[in-house]
């Protein structure tokens, strides 16, 4: 049995409820596995789940919070809204419909999961602030306990506080060593919006790095685990996601080691702008 990383901090949203630093993400294309999130949930403690409807493992996920036996006031639920919903009559039912898949009478963060509305001659600007004022009404009736946004870059933030009440609680992001965007992290925490962060292995890509391994033999620690814990120590919300029980318990011990000054410097060296999934970049 892995011991459950009770002492696994929490990080406070600008509206006084906190999220676990670490939880399990799921993805599509075979990137949900019923048994690691039971391994995550009932072995390893984790309280934290990370989903989206685009993933399209929703109810299955649903399913196996309930054979966890987790009480559901235990756990952090996000799930995402896909652009093909946006807007305020299609956003407020694609909410209510991924509560009925994931069997839950509330969200504890859901979030826009991309800034383009991809809709041919539509501006994408107008649908983000429609969107946008669907989920805030979502929010104070209580059905989203937090809101915020995925692969938001900061002139998308900037246009969101310009023309909204409430300031997105999260931003989730692409971040590990190769993918470090580090004015728009600083940014985030200027304007207490909470950094979270996918892809901390850099779908494995990180894992066979000279220094990433150098400094799992120093810490007689795994190379994913260097990277998690290097994630964690930047103060990032992280998600990693894996179909496999034995790499699931693998990534929940990440608690009793810190990386000292020298690793974590050693790391930020490592950042060359590649990214691993989805560029933001060039949306407007």
Known sequence: MVTVPSNCPTVPLSNGRNIPILGLGTSHDGGYSHEAVLCALQE?????????????????????????????????ITTKLWPGD???????????DSCARLGVD??????????????PGVSSREVRAET????????????CR??????????HLDELKDRSGIVPHVNQVE?????????????????????????????GQALTHPSVMEIAQKHGRSASQICIRWSIQNGV????????????????????????????????????????????????
């Open 86 to 96: 946006y807007g305020y009559q299609s956003t407020r039912k694609a909410c209510q």
């Open 106 to 119: 509330y969200l504890d963060l859901y979030l826009m999961h991309w800034p383009d509305c991809m809709v």
């Open 175 to 203: 971040f590990h060593p190769f993918q470090q965007p580090l004015e728009l992290v600083e940014y985030c925490r200027k304007e207490n919006i909470v950094f979270e962060g996918y892809c901390p292995l850099a779908k």
């Open 237 to 284: 919300v992280t998600i990693p996601k894996s179909t496999k029980p034995e790499r699931v318990r693998e990534n929940c011990q990440v608690f009793g080691f810190s990386l000292d000054d020298s690793d974590m410097a050693a790391l930020s060296l490592l950042h060359d702008g590649r990214h691993v999934s989805w560029d933001p970049t060039h949306l407007e």
């Open 132 to 143: 946008w004022r669907a989920l805030e009404e979502l929010y104070d009736e209580g059905l």
């Open 44 to 76: 390893c403690g984790i309280r934290h789940i990370d989903t989206a409807k685009r993933y399209g493992c929703e109810e299955a996920l649903g399913k196996a919070v309930v054979d966890s036996g987790v009480p559901r006031e235990e756990l952090w």
């Open 146 to 155: 937090a809101i915020g946004v995925s692969n938001f870059l900061i002139h």
